[in-house]
């Protein structure tokens, strides 16, 4: 398997409902496919595929989507967050950002939103402040300010063992409180 069975996969086999639908048989299918790819780039072993934006964008992808799928509601799913934010900073820096279509480009920037760091988030908001991302932009300003109000993301306290506060638990009964 290359990094263009992940991005075929992804991008031609799969539609918008089954990247942000949470599934069972969309994780499974993942699961079935990917896992071993999965460990595969978490342990730096497809670190060729960084030679290019396209296989840039398959390693995030892989770290930071598909970790969400294969590991659904377990800590795991959140493991490969910090390198893949790494390798997204990276793939910016070379620019091959900008050799990537718009719904791609989303992609390479997700591991932005999904950080817990407000730093972070400041650079999230500029990366889909444009063209053609306008739909990601409105759903990172409301990451930004989840993570403005609370320092990080309440639905992931339960997974990560954390402790509510009061100010989260009144949080979590108001609608799209939860990603």
């Known amino acids: 398997m290359d990094y263009q069975d992940v991005l075929i996969f992804w991008f031609e086999q799969c539609t918008p409902t089954d990247w942000f639908k949470k599934s069972d048989e969309f994780d499974q299918l993942i699961h079935q496919r990917f896992a071993k790819i999965h460990q595969m780039v978490a342990q730096g072993e497809c670190a060729h595929w960084r030679a290019t934006a396209q296989g840039s964008l398959a390693e995030v992808i892989v ?14 799913s959140f493991a490969s967050d910090p390198m893949a934010l790494t390798l997204a900073q990276v793939a910016i820096e070379k620019g091959f950002d900008q050799m990537l279509k718009p719904e791609e480009k989303s ?6 939103m999904h950080s817990e760091s407000r730093f972070i988030h400041q650079q999230a908001v500029k990366l889909f402040n ?21 320092g990080r993301y309440p639905h992931r306290n339960a997974i990560l063992n954390r402790q509510s506060s009061e100010e989260e638990l009144t949080f979590f009964a108001q609608p799209n409180s939860s990603f």
């Not at 930071?64 to 795991?76: E, G, L, P, T, W």
């Not at 992609?107 to 932005?112: A, C, I, N, R």
């Open 63 to 76: 770290l930071d989507q598909f970790s969400r799928n294969i590991y659904r509601d377990q800590i795991a």
């Open 107 to 112: 992609f390479l920037y997700m591991p932005f």
């Open 130 to 150: 444009q063209q053609g991302l306008e739909n990601n932009y409105q759903f990172e300003l409301a990451h930004q300010a989840i993570i403005e109000r609370f």
